[in-house]
């Protein structure tokens, strides 16, 4: 797969490909080149997990009570997490 391929992935299809490179390094049954290129690949994956996780916060709205009862929404701050 290309670097393109990977900005296509879901969330989901890119986190189990990464679990699968760290299995695959831990296991160092790898020879070196393939290690270096499996290693790139899961920065890759990586960085776009973390975008999306980011994208997912950003849109996600606290919901709190004034007091006088009323529903309030405010945008999630990722220091209230």
Do not use: H, P
Request: proline share 0%.
């Amino acid at each position: 797969m290309t670097k393109s391929s990977i900005e296509s992935m879901s969330f989901e299809e890119a986190l189990a490909e990464l679990e699968k490179i760290v299995r695959q390094l831990e296991s160092g049954g790898a020879d070196l080149k393939s290690s270096i290129d499996s290693y790139e690949r899961g920065m890759a994956l990586k960085k776009l997990c973390e975008g999306k996780l980011k994208e997912a916060q950003s849109k996600i709205e606290k919901i709190t009570l004034s007091a006088d009862g009323k529903v309030l929404t405010e945008n999630f701050k990722l220091s209230e997490a």
